[in-house]
């Protein structure tokens, strides 16, 4: 179709366009406002501005640093300072024997060695910090009263009650503080005015003796160094601590007493296919395998068997949800099950084991059941019966009836017309529904887990409650991301393979 | 009519009993192995089990029984308080759905684009986009949410963060299937006229795709507040925390309450999603 425009026709068309596009840009800005004002709403209501409060810088960092480093604590007491206990993470039983190498004694000393060239020595009566960086070595030690301090780096007067009260008494003040901070009073400070003026000080950075580095902080209790996010040091009234961080997961694959301790991964799939035997009346295979579960400080037995039981409950649950869920699909589907109550009946049934949802099934089943696979298997397969039913019932009502009344007109039974009529045309749902629900309900047996049913999320739950243990939670966490991969890569090719595309879905 | 059959009949025959023997065969080695999977997670649940299942399975409506028991005892208005007491963290459970699907629809749409062959060139943006969203997907909300909650403490935040990040991982794969099956055509015409890469997408890919998107998102937001409610549960705030408290007190009113608060939410979404996206993009299945 061609047509000439007179200008004025053009006109017109431009004013047309013009008004159009100014229309689109008013709701462009209009929703946009809106946006911005739904999100002005929720910082209010979610009370993120007092996030900044609750956040914990150090803990998060300790966290990330646990997650993918190890340390090793070094302990010394005062009362006894030639015995020196080395332990890994701190535990009870893990003490190093023999000492490791970055640790060396004489007959007055004892050293503790860090991967920058940096060295803490410990004396009798003192620790001397050599740091890399720093000109002069720094040197902690105790004071009369036992109180840690830096020897060449004594704290501010100010610091020392005994000595603030006596400048009281005498009528004088500090060179180095402000006069308007000084208390309005001549006699002996009391806890709040000691407390207060020990804020006022701390807040204007004056209670750290002068020209030592930032990372060194001292505390009237302790003094704690901290050159970087790898090495601690903490000098307190009764004993001496450093913690000595390396990168890595130590001990993940053979524990600290086994006999392969040593043996790397590699070492021991080398043993297992070409060595001598380690112990006698073990074949390697054995050794390793027995070794590896019982690894006390990742536990991988009780992890890898309570993934196990995580799939378990997703397979399970999924597997009665389907068995379940695919007869009840047929008894509710129109072209199917002529009596309407029936269908009625179980279309409400339907959305009712849909919306009591997963945690209230698993509140109920966990009172029933108690801890335990149970659990997490019912509430799993309630939930999705009820999905199952729903989606299923609409595809087999959805399904072509001409392929049904062919099977009719060969004299076939009524299970037979169903089977062969139209069971063909919804397998391919069916199977990709299937499937997609077993992804999602291993993610969902993870929280049901949580909740109490056991399983993965359960000792999830555990090692982060722990507090300490962050290097576990990372292996759980990373284990449970691993696991929930391959089963949505195993879930898609099967799906591929069966039906020969891949429904989009979650 | 006497059985002889062409040759070639003949071979079809032998064919298809061929098929049809294996066909079988596999049905049943999916059988065996269905029973063998069933067998062992039974086995292994009665043995992990604290209750055997028998003795559990008698015991199923005992809690919600004695929850209905104790409310039935409050009498019909005091219930009713119960109800309208926890509107509000109700609202709040929803809220925290809401924003986490608005903002990883945001973040979807946005790495949707870097993750479809057809408007992004570059291979390797695409297949990391890709695995990036992958990863995004099976990060398990729950343990995000955990490992949050202990850094921040009991707050919202947690579980938006988390139900964020597998909103987005999941959004993002279906938009960006969504994308790649769009007529290119417009592309291609906005192209001619030397549209720039962003208006391409704006006028040549959204119109095409944002009821599509918006459907999947309807649905997405009733996913995630079953989500968020479950992570209430675990100390994030709204409806799931309320829920945990009271079930700890044996609270049969408040439980009660908070169960009908949800069963009818959820019930009351899925009827409204189902509505609403029929009507965007027609009735599929």
Not at chain 1, 98 to 110: I, L, M, V
Request: proline share 4%; hydrophobic share 50%.
């Amino acid at each position: 179709m061609s047509m000439t425009l007179e200008p004025t026709a053009l006109d017109a068309v431009r004013a047309d366009i013009d008004r159009k596009a100014g229309h689109q840009r008013l709701w462009f800005f209009g929703i946009m406002a809106v946006i911005l004002a739904y999100l002005a709403f929720s910082w209010v209501q979610f009370d993120i501005g007092s996030l900044r409060k609750n956040w914990k810088p150090e803990r998060a960092s300790l966290f990330l640093l646990d997650t993918y480093a190890h340390k090793d604590h070094v302990t010394v007491r005062w009362s006894d300072p030639a015995e020196v206990d080395i332990r890994f993470e701190g535990g009870n039983r893990l003490i190093y024997d023999p000492k490791p190498d970055w640790y060396a004694a004489d007959g007055t000393s004892r050293t503790v060695s860090f991967a920058n060239g940096g060295t803490i020595t410990l004396y009798d009566d003192q620790v001397a910090l050599d740091w890399p960086g720093q000109d002069e070595t720094i040197v902690f030690r105790r004071d009369a009263d036992g109180v840690p301090e830096v020897a060449k780096h004594p704290r501010p007067l100010w610091t020392d009650r005994t000595v603030v009260d006596q400048y009281l008494a005498d009528g004088r003040w500090f060179d180095g503080l402000p006069d308007d901070m000084r208390p309005d009073t001549t006699g002996p400070l009391n806890g709040e005015e000691w407390a207060q003026l020990r804020r006022d000080v701390a807040a204007l950075g004056l209670d750290q003796p002068p020209g030592l580095p930032d990372w060194i902080r001292v505390t009237d209790s302790k003094v704690e160094v901290r050159p970087s996010l790898y090495e601690r040091l903490q000098v307190g009234g009764s004993k001496v601590e450093i913690h000595r961080y390396e990168l890595g997961w130590k001990y993940f694959w053979f524990d600290f007493d086994s006999p392969l301790v040593d043996t790397g991964l590699f070492g021991a799939l080398g043993l297992i296919v070409a060595g001598e035997r380690v112990v006698p009346d073990m074949s390697n295979l054995q050794l390793v395998w027995s070794e590896f579960r019982d690894n006390s400080i990742w536990g991988h037995g009780a992890v890898l068997y309570a993934m196990l039981e995580t799939i378990f409950m997703a397979l399970i649950g999924t597997m009665i949800a389907c068995a379940v869920g695919l007869p009840l699909a047929f008894m509710a589907a129109r072209n199917v099950q002529p009596v309407g109550p029936v269908r009625f009946a179980l279309r409400r049934l339907f959305d009712l084991l849909r919306g009591i949802d997963t945690l209230i099934w698993s509140l109920i089943f966990l009172r029933a059941f108690g801890p335990g696979l149970f659990t997490g298997i019912f509430a799993i397969a309630f939930t999705d019966t009820g999905t199952m039913g729903k989606l299923m019932s609409e595809a087999v009502e959805n399904a072509d009836d001409k392929q049904r009344d062919g099977i009719q007109s060969t004299g076939a039974s009524t299970v037979q017309q169903h089977r062969f009529g139209i069971l063909p045309q919804i397998m391919p749902i069916f199977v990709s529904q299937s499937l997609y629900y077993l992804e999602s309900n291993t993610r969902g047996a993870v929280i049901i887990g949580a909740m109490g049913a056991g399983g993965i999320g359960l000792q999830f739950l555990g090692a982060l409650q722990t507090g300490s243990d962050f290097e576990n939670v990372a292996y759980i966490a990373l284990l449970v991301i691993v696991t929930v991969m391959l089963m949505d890569a195993a879930s898609a090719r099967l799906r591929r393979a069966l039906i020969g595309y891949e429904r989009p879905t979650d | 009519m006497t059985a002889i059959l062409p040759e070639h009949l003949t071979q079809l025959e032998v064919e298809l009993k061929r098929l049809q023997r294996r066909k079988s065969s596999y049905t049943v080695v999916a059988i065996v192995i269905t029973v063998a999977i069933f067998m062992v997670g039974v086995d292994m649940a009665n043995s992990a089990n604290a209750t055997p299942f028998s003795q559990g399975f008698r015991k199923i409506f005992d809690f919600p029984i004695d929850m209905f028991k104790l409310s039935w005892e409050l009498g019909f208005v005091k219930w009713a308080n119960r109800v309208v007491e926890f509107l509000p963290d109700l609202i709040l459970t929803l809220n925290m759905a809401v924003l986490s699907t608005f903002l990883g629809f945001v973040f979807a749409v946005v790495l949707a684009c870097f993750a479809s062959q057809n408007i992004m060139r570059s291979t390797v943006i695409v297949t990391f986009t890709r695995r990036m969203l992958d990863l995004f997907r099976s990060f398990p909300e729950i343990v995000i949410a955990l490992i949050f909650l202990y850094l921040m403490g009991k707050s919202l935040l947690p579980a938006v963060i988390a139900i964020t990040i597998h909103t987005t991982g999941a959004l993002g794969k279906l938009f960006s299937e969504a994308i790649e099956n769009i007529d290119t055509k417009p592309l291609e015409g906005l192209q001619s006229v030397g549209g720039s890469w962003v208006s391409r997408i704006r006028f040549g890919v959204f119109p095409q795709v944002m009821p599509i998107f918006f459907s999947y998102a309807i649905l997405r937001l009733e996913i995630n507040v079953r989500a968020s409610t479950i992570l209430g549960f675990f100390g994030a705030g709204g409806i799931g925390q309320a829920l945990s408290n009271v079930i700890q007190w044996r609270d049969g009113g408040r439980v009660t309450a908070i169960f009908v608060l949800l069963v009818a939410t959820i019930i009351a979404l899925d009827y409204l999603s189902d509505w609403i996206r029929s009507r965007m993009i027609g009735r599929r299945t």
